[in-house]
């Protein structure tokens, strides 16, 4: 559809020229929508807007600006793109992937859950183009001049959405679990003996990252 490829600002220029709390409600019912119509198709409206409303932190790239360089220390939290588009590129350097607004990246980090495997949590990490260790794992760099705003940065946040919306949650953790490799199990990890045959090791669980406050420098951050 035109909406999931289109350029255009999430929120038309013209709403500057409306009064700040419009403004303000407007931009706000901009990015819920884009949520339910983007990341969380199955999302409550109540829960879409409290996940919009935790994105408070702005951040401005220029053409040819980096938001992740692969190998580069990143905070995980949940980004989305306000204006302009951004490009991912894989491990080779070819172009992978494309974002335009309202799109998010963030949803692997919101799903993730203490005593799962290692390769699960890695999986969810794949879908933010970080690894389980907070690096980042593809380059984003903007092809126009971007806006992007952030949040939920916290393991706490994380915690309080649980207990708050655990039947969204749940649908989020459904969502970035169901195409998991069949291989991963939790809490143990499948490997294979010379034969092939499967061979079960119990895994210590991966709980992420223990400073998810770090953000990289180059950003300057006030990442949602």
């Not at 491990?91 to 290692?118: C, F, H, M, Q």
């Not at 949650?169 to 291989?183: K, N």
Request: charge should be negative.
């Amino acid at each position: 559809m035109e909406a999931m490829t289109s350029s255009r600002p999430l929120v038309p220029a013209s709403a500057s020229t409306l009064p700040v709390h419009l403004n303000l409600e407007l931009t706000l019912f901009s990015r819920a929508k884009a949520l339910r119509e983007r990341g969380i198709q199955s999302a409550s409206v109540e829960f879409s807007f409290v996940l919009a409303e935790s994105l408070v932190d702005n951040l401005t790239l220029l053409a040819g600006d980096f938001l992740f360089q692969k190998g580069n220390k990143v905070a995980r939290r949940v980004w989305m793109l306000d204006q302009g588009r951004l490009e991912v590129f894989g491990s080779d350097g070819v172009s992978i992937k494309i974002l335009y607004p309202g799109d998010v990246i963030g949803l692997g980090w919101l799903a993730t859950r203490s005593n799962e495997s290692r390769e699960t949590a890695q999986h969810k990490a794949d879908l933010d183009f970080t690894s389980m260790y907070g690096m980042a794992s593809s380059d984003i760099r903007a092809m126009a001049d971007c806006k992007l705003v952030s949040g939920l940065g916290s393991k706490d946040q994380i915690a309080d959405l649980k207990q708050m919306y655990p039947l969204d949650m749940s649908r989020i953790q459904q969502l970035c679990e169901a195409d998991t490799p069949s291989s991963s199990r939790a809490g143990s990890v499948v490997t294979r003996n010379e034969d092939g045959e499967e061979i079960q090791k119990e895994d210590t669980p991966f709980d992420g990252p223990s400073d998810v406050s770090t953000i990289n420098s180059d950003l300057a951050l006030g990442w949602s």
